[in-house]
């Protein structure tokens, strides 16, 4: 029995030998199967991330976009502004000028009713001394208040004939 041990002996370390290539490329196929898996999934989170680049640079433009918009819009505001505050002054500067047209308006009214009651007072003063003056001298008073209407024409009176209609004609000559 003895020779056959160390037959065995190689034979088991000549399987030893053979197993452990078999282990090693079994192990190899193993890890180029988990290569290829983290290949995939790096290719997919590549692509994940271009299409995430794009959306951020879309999204980039659209802000850089709507930031334009935003200080258009700001100048058009303080434009508007300056315009309403420019009508303000122009409606404040135009109604002190109407105030002081009405007032000026006011005060010549004013002042012809003053004067109007003056030239009534010197009338009736005048008309006073004209009548003391008529008494005086006995004349008949040429302004009393009632007025005498003058008589309206009569068109007969002034003998005026009618025509009858129809019997007029024109001669020509």
């Known amino acids: 029995m003895a020779p056959s041990v160390p037959r065995t002996r ?28 983290v290949r995939r999934e ?8 271009e299409s995430n680049q794009v959306k951020l640079e879309a999204s980039h ?33 135009c109604h002190h000028k109407m105030q002081a047209r009405i007032q000026e308006a006011e005060d010549t009214i004013q002042e012809q009713h003053l004067v ?8 009736s003063s005048l008309l006073q001394t004209i009548q003391g003056l008529q008494e005086e001298n006995g004349a008949p008073a040429p302004f009393d208040d009632e007025w005498e209407e003058e008589p309206k024409e009569n068109p007969e009176e002034e003998g005026l004939e009618e025509i009858p209609l129809g019997e007029g004609e024109i001669v020509e000559e």
């Open 116 to 123: 109007i009651e003056a030239m009534v007072e010197e009338k």
């Open 61 to 93: 433009k659209t802000i850089a976009g709507l930031t334009e918009i935003g200080l258009c819009m700001s100048k058009k505001i303080e434009r508007m502004t300056a315009k309403k505050q420019q009508a303000r002054e122009s409606h404040m500067e």
């Open 10 to 37: 190689a034979a088991a370390a000549l399987h030893i030998k053979q197993i452990a290539p078999d282990n090693q490329s079994r192990m190899i196929r193993c890890f180029r199967a988990k290569l290829a898996t």
């Open 42 to 49: 790096l290719a997919a989170i590549n692509k994940e991330h």
